[in-house]
RNA sequence: GGAGAGGUGGCAGAGUGGUUGAAUGUACCUGACUCGAAAUCAGGCAUACGUGCAAGCGUAUCGAGGGUUCGAAUCCCUCCCUCUCCGCCA
């Protein structure tokens, strides 16, 4: 969520900054709202004072055992304007919060500006992609034989869900546990098992909710709902919700490695084959929760500890800035990691990592302890590390070998009992 | 699932309709005392919003939401959460 007032001090400004990024904010429904909420508002507070004062002396009277019935006359009436003024600013101020909850987050000055991923700044290239003497096939090819079962996902589940058996089952969970050791261990996170099932509350505050609840997968709950988690960016960086930090624990770091779920409502047709796309996919996500000042230091630490994990796997990559018309909803800057995957001849998306400003804080409402004493909103980072689904698919492609088999990268190897190929 | 208890400021803990945003203790900050510290004494110490150049003034907030009342932390209703005992259970 923007800063409410920032949009009245520098309306202009907000506006173009959000038409950098391609969304129209509705200057003139603002500022109507906000003009009858200031006469609202001054009216019903007005009329609350005088209440206040009116009952004090009621009560100060009634104490000295005086007559009340003079004053008594003064208030009546008063109730019934009060009451109506007071709905009404609550109606205002529900159709401002509302139109603030749809906002996007505002693009930091060095986001390159753009419409679509074709105006996306690549930034460096990492490793080179390897040259294949042979024939090479896709992850499915590479994959079915060695366990990956996309029929008996889609009978058991539908579309997008995958089964994994014997040893491809084994290379997930040990890339998971890798990931995992190393950002813990090596990166200073620290490890949390969290739910997958979500309230609402929650969803808002990392702001998939209200306006993307069609992304989400949901379950009725008595009768409430609860959201399966689309990552658990929700549930680590929701930890700091409601709360004001000491200063001296930041940077809070956190990682996690969980399930995610999401409907992909709106990508019927992509990637709709192999495990790109998923319904289901686990991911090791990293979440810092830091000082404003520090909040662009952490991003690019951030992208180093993803970029870390693709090297040691021995995965060519490129880093990718995104510009201001393909950065999601809450990130005012987002680097995205691309891995090569040689049967698609091309980089695809492995990690994403994003500097959030105050956007999630201010809906979370989570803050620290500044200098002066006085709370002061945080900033949230969060980024995968990586996704673990892709990060298979990344491995089958590339370490592929002419007889089928695929070579395990020598840091995975302990976490696979030793062995440095799966073989059909 | 059954029975009971409870949610008040950073923490502890009073308060069951009226000058209560909230006693008291503790923590913290400032000053006095001291060579310094401890102890002691005095003062300060919530958050958000509105309004104002500012000092300030006003409004809201005692788990959440609604209701009764001139007036609610206090009474009524609904919900959420925590704890204790019993049952069940991976």
New binding site residues.
């Given amino acids: 969520m923007l800063d409410?007032?920032a949009l009245?001090n520098d309306l202009d400004g907000v506006v173009a900054t959000l038409k950098k990024r391609g969304f129209e904010f509705d200057a003139d429904t603002f500022t109507r709202l906000e003009n009858e909420r200031?006469l609202v508002?001054?009216r019903?507070?007005?009329l609350?004072?005088k209440?206040?004062?009116?009952?004090?002396q009621?009560?100060?009277a009634?104490?000295k055992g005086e007559d009340v019935a003079a004053i008594?006359a003064e208030?009546?009436g008063l109730?019934e304007q009060l009451k109506a003024d007071e709905a009404r600013l609550?109606e205002i101020q529900a159709e401002l919060q509302q139109l603030l909850l749809n906002v996007p987050n505002l693009p930091h000055a060095s986001v390159p500006a753009g419409k679509s991923e074709e105006d996306n700044v690549e930034v460096r290239r990492v490793g080179t992609p390897r040259s294949f003497d042979f024939e090479i096939k896709d992850h499915t090819d590479v994959g079915t034989p060695l366990g990956l079962d996309f029929d008996t996902g889609a009978k058991l589940s539908g579309a997008r869900f995958t089964l994994m058996k014997g040893q491809i089952a084994r290379l997930h969970r040990a890339l998971a546990q890798f990931m995992l050791d190393t950002q813990t261990e090596r990166h200073g996170y620290t490890e949390c098992y969290t739910p997958y099932l979500v309230n609402a509350e929650t969803l808002f505050g990392t702001g998939q909710l209200p306006k993307f609840e069609e992304d989400l997968f949901s379950l009725a709950h008595?009768?409430s709902k609860l959201y399966l988690i689309p990552t658990s960016e929700v549930t680590l960086t929701n930890t700091v919700r409601d709360e004001?930090v000491p200063l001296e624990s930041l940077p809070i770091k956190l990682t996690a490695h969980t399930p995610c779920f999401r409907s992909e409502a709106g990508s019927y047709g992509k990637d709709t084959k192999g495990m790109i796309r998923q319904h289901q996919f686990d991911k090791v996500e990293m979440v810092q929760i830091v000082h404003p000042e520090k909040s662009y230091e952490a991003l690019e630490e951030m992208v180093g500890h993803a970029e870390h994990i693709l090297q040691t796997l021995e995965l060519p990559y490129r880093v990718v800035s995104l510009c201001t018309g393909d950065m999601g909803f809450g990130a005012a800057k987002t680097y995205d990691l691309e891995v090569w995957l040689p049967a698609q001849n091309t980089y695809r998306e492995i990690s994403s990592v994003s500097n959030c400003e105050a956007f999630q804080a201010r809906r979370l409402q989570a803050r620290f302890r500044n200098e002066n004493?006085?709370?002061e909103l945080l900033h949230t980072l969060n980024g995968s590390g990586l996704a673990v689904g892709r990060t298979l698919v990344a491995i089958l492609e590339n370490h592929q070998q002419a007889d089928g088999s695929v070579t395990i990268p020598a840091a995975l190897q302990p976490y696979m009992g030793g062995i440095e190929r799966i073989v059909p």
């Fill in positions: 409410i007032q009245r200031k508002q001054t019903t507070q007005d609350q004072a209440r206040n004062t009116t009952s004090k009621i009560g100060i009634k104490s008594m208030v009546a109730g609550a008595n009768d004001i004493g006085k709370p």
